[in-house]
């Protein structure tokens, strides 16, 4: 069973940038696709981004994209989300989530909430304008 734990949110003001980490334990992640979701109170989780176990197949939500880096480091079994010009609009509690994958998607990111089976507790990232 892997268990996720997430670290670095905190409060930043719009502009700035955070790093998050997403550490595994119990199992490898090595064959696991990985991903980011961002939950509003109140609201569904929204996809944020999502790495292949390859490591060479990433995803992002459009409102995202050229500002947030998704990487893995099998190596410490951990994800990493470097967010960049932020801004009020990504606040919320950031989750880290994991689905092991067949061989054969080695390259494949999943962006669907519903298809990932591991959770973690989430960590608040708070922007201020």
């Known amino acids: 069973q892997v268990q996720l734990t997430e670290s670095g949110g905190g409060l930043v003001q719009a502009g700035g940038s955070l790093r998050l980490s997403c550490t595994a334990s119990?199992?490898?992640?090595?064959?696991?696709?990985m991903g980011w979701f961002r939950q509003a109170p109140g609201k569904e989780r929204k996809f944020v981004a999502a790495v292949s176990w390859s490591g060479s197949g990433t995803g992002y939500a459009d409102s995202v994209k050229d500002r947030f880096i998704i990487s893995r480091d099998d190596a410490k079994n951990t994800v990493f989300l470097q967010m960049n010009h932020l801004k009020p609009e990504d606040t919320g509690v950031y989750l880290c989530?994991?689905?092991?994958?067949?061989?054969?998607?080695?390259?494949?990111?999943?962006?669907?909430?519903?298809?990932?089976?591991?959770w973690g507790q989430g960590t608040q990232v708070t922007v201020s304008s």
């Open positions: 119990g199992h490898s992640i090595t064959t696991y696709g």
């Open positions: 989530s994991a689905k092991k994958l067949p061989v054969m998607y080695y390259n494949d990111y999943l962006e669907l909430a519903m298809q990932y089976d591991h």
